[in-house]
């Protein structure tokens, strides 16, 4: 293709040029105004090419004569064949970019473990749910020191189970009575009024315990109103308290039921204002215990940021919530790891009673997808 540049005092002009030098069909690849050496006068200069030779056109074939459509083309399938080599080629392409990714996976481990596959395909499988690569590793090194030929995604199982701190604050598995007030705290969004309700349906059906609800948000438009509806389905007394008086004559009110679950705003605990009036409170309520509320959609930072506060606040436990709305826990399972912090109730949906479940060690340390290592 040949291309030349044209500059003349308008665009009138330098079209012409193009014209009269590469022909009527001269195609335009770019157009820009200038200004000469001297900076007096404003120049157009039009860069141009010239169109390619039309190709002559295909002859026409007459009606019963069998056109080049029709001639069989020697080492190129027709029909269902097509499809066969695309679908072989495809399968290919995607073996060829499995190795390839298994061959990145395997060099970050340390030489020893490379040519174990199934060692390498459950450090991917780690590091894909969204676990630290560094946590991860040391998680397959200590597995593979001790694996005396066992497989190793159930060896990895155990491990977490042994790692991961559940708690039982409500006395479910053996009857005790348990703290006979809770708070629960955490973030907007991380599904803490449903969660609290949840509790509620939970001990008010064990045996002869009497349960209380006390709202301490008033602020969010409609918590107050959604927790008051779940206590009058299941029958439980309410309370809204919009300051520390109110709140101390709800306990005064509540003080001879086994428990009151207690619903906090929806706030971050970084706040030191927000809580230092929440520690407060906890302060005033005598024999009561704390039990942190987060999203399994969280990331990683903010899980162990959030622990870390509610640690400050003698916090007992995690309700880890949302987990039917992801497949990757790695973030779950690198802050609970990091931080040590027990879990005692998982929320899987939006039934009040229903969808939510004990934790145990080997419910937490399921949440993690090991099915490729394991085949």
Not at 194 to 217: C, F, H, M, N, Y
Not at 299 to 318: F, I, N, P
Request: charge should be positive; aromatic fraction near 4%.
């Amino acid at each position: 293709m040949s291309v030349k540049r044209f500059t003349a005092r308008d665009m009138k002009t330098a079209l012409m040029k193009v014209k009269e030098v590469l022909g009527p069909n001269a195609v335009i690849l770019s157009a820009q105004e200038r200004v000469d050496v001297q900076g007096l006068m404003p120049r157009v200069e039009v860069t141009a090419a010239a169109a390619e030779p039309a190709l002559p056109p295909e002859p026409a074939w007459t009606a019963g004569e069998a056109g080049p459509a029709a001639w069989p083309e020697a080492g190129v399938p027709s029909g269902d064949g097509t499809q066969t080599v695309l679908k072989d080629l495809s399968q290919d392409l995607t073996s060829i970019k499995d190795m390839l990714t298994n061959l990145i996976y395997s060099s970050r481990l340390s030489e020893r473990m490379r040519d174990r596959r199934d060692l390498v395909l459950l450090y991917r499988d780690l590091v894909e749910a969204e676990m630290e690569p560094t946590l991860a590793r040391k998680l397959i090194e200590q597995i593979a020191a001790n694996g005396n030929g066992q497989p190793p995604a159930g060896l990895l199982m155990k491990k977490l189970s042994a790692l991961l701190k559940t708690c039982d604050p409500l006395g479910l598995a053996n009857g005790s009575a348990g703290p006979r007030r809770i708070f629960l705290v955490g973030p907007s969004g991380s599904g803490k009024t449903t969660a609290l309700a949840k509790l509620a349906a939970l001990a008010a059906g064990q045996g002869e315990r009497t349960v209380g609800i006390v709202s301490l948000d008033g602020y969010r438009l409609g918590a107050a109103e959604q927790l008051k509806a779940y206590a009058r389905i299941m029958g439980l007394p309410f309370r809204l308290a919009q300051d520390a008086e109110d709140f101390k004559e709800a306990l005064s009110l509540f003080q001879d039921l086994s428990l009151t679950l207690i619903d906090t705003p929806g706030r971050s605990l970084s706040d030191p204002v927000r809580f230092e009036e929440l520690a407060r409170l906890v302060r005033g309520a005598g024999e009561a215990a704390v039990l942190l509320v987060l999203s399994a959609l969280t990331k990683t930072r903010s899980l162990r940021a959030a622990m870390e506060r509610a640690e400050r606040l003698k916090a007992q436990g995690l309700i880890l919530t949302m987990i039917d709305e992801t497949d990757r826990f790695g973030n779950v399972i690198n802050a609970l790891l990091r931080c040590r912090m027990p879990v005692c109730f998982l929320t899987h949906g939006q039934r009040v009673p229903g969808d939510i479940l004990p934790a145990t060690p080997e419910r937490l340390a399921g949440l993690l997808d090991f099915s490729r290592s394991a085949a």
